[in-house]
């Protein structure tokens, strides 16, 4: 049976349609996706994101632990910051992307939710020799984003809130919040290339703020947004998906995450296996491409060289509803991932013309400043 968040029927009534999404019965579009994806690029969406997991890590060997865990630098991360970091196996495969939540006296580690049982047990297994505690808060808590350049406006002036400070909030910061009587933890993040904020609180009052944050402002102000436009949100400034760029068979430097890989800090689980393919350089890597043939490039298609050889597969692509052309990207050999390479990807059984261009597609407007 496909596993729903607390705001399950809030969907239903709001008129969503449903589909099963990682084991989960997710709302992925209300209004339509295009009008979802405009609605964050240019005002606010509300996000339900309860299904993804959230885990506590505390104890005297906390960051410890962590640093033996994952790709990033956590000590480098103060408290009241969060980081993007990536779990990965011995070999450099990645487990999963995660971000990691530093706040006073232990660390929130947000995962993918179709990988939540997976990386409880990853964190688990790993946690030995650790004086470390976990806690898996995925049920206890619900998750909300509110995302676009609008979504910070509509924030602070929210009645009812005391969220007046959230202006002077760094991009990656953290703070702990009221909201509507409710205690909410609020982080300046997000993936879909906009400024927005992330919100963690009970999941009883999941409902109530589901429909004050969609009544904020005017009337239309903030747009219930489900997983298509997610994802076309997040395809345009080319963050990765994972099951898409990144997975257990894809190291970072294949998925130009290389920036996330802090080889420097100490020994962590794959930082042999990472150090030798940084060293030799990888023999494959994510391209980002435009159609110059007719066709659009969808996920899993093959990509062929110009002499016909197989030797990649695309890994997202859809027409990008901001630039307003069909894009994708695609897993090839490294010499064929250069701006300007060109190669053919396999559609509908005939090849259509596709050129390497600079990724991202869409530059992100965080506010950082």
């Given amino acids: 049976m496909l596993k729903r968040t607390p705001l399950f029927e809030a969907h239903r009534a ?22 979802e994806h405009h609605a964050v690029r240019q005002g606010a969406g509300l996000f339900d994101i309860s299904h993804m997991g959230r885990f506590m890590v505390r104890g005297p060997h906390a960051m410890a632990f962590l640093q033996h865990v994952v790709t990033c630098d956590v000590s480098a991360i103060p408290i009241g910051q969060s980081s993007y970091g990536l779990l990965c196996k011995p070999d450099g495969g990645i487990v999963d992307d995660i971000f990691i939540y530093h706040v006073p006296d232990e660390f929130l580690v947000v995962v993918n939710a179709a990988n939540r049982d997976k990386d409880w047990a990853w964190l688990q297994e790993h946690a030995r020799g650790f004086d470390v505690e976990l806690e898996d808060r995925s049920e206890r808590w619900a998750m909300l984003a509110l995302q676009g350049p609008a979504a910070e406006a509509l924030l602070v002036n929210a009645e009812d809130a005391e969220t007046a400070e959230l202006g002077n909030l760094p991009f990656h910061g953290v703070a702990l919040t009221s909201m509507f009587g409710v205690n909410v933890l609020i982080a300046r993040t997000g993936y879909t290339g906009e400024d927005g904020f992330e919100l963690f609180f009970d999941a009883p009052h999941a409902e109530m703020l589901w429909t004050r944050l969609l009544a904020l402002g005017a009337p239309g102000s903030v747009k219930p947004c489900g997983l298509g436009a997610r994802d076309s949100l997040r395809f345009e400034p080319c963050l990765a998906l994972y099951g898409h760029e990144i997975s257990e068979t894809i190291n970072p430097y294949e998925a130009r995450l290389g ?79 250069a701006e300007g390479s060109e190669f053919d990807v396999l559609i509908r059984e005939k090849p259509a013309r596709a050129r390497v261009i600079k990724m991202p597609f869409y530059k992100p407007r965080y506010k950082k400043a």
């Fill in 14 to 35: 709001a008129g969503a349609r449903m589909v099963e999404f990682g084991g989960w019965e997710m709302p992925v579009q209300y209004s339509g996706i295009i009008e």
């Fill in 259 to 337: 920036w996330v890989v802090k080889l420097d800090k100490g020994d962590f689980v794959g930082r042999e296996a990472l150090a030798a393919i940084k060293a030799r350089g990888p023999a494959r890597r994510l391209a980002g491409f435009e159609m110059v043939g007719r066709g659009i490039a969808r996920s899993d298609y093959p990509v062929l060289a110009l002499s016909g050889e197989r030797v990649g597969h695309v890994t997202s692509g859809m027409p990008a509803p901001t630039l307003g052309k069909p894009l994708g990207i695609a897993l090839v050999p490294t010499p064929l991932s």
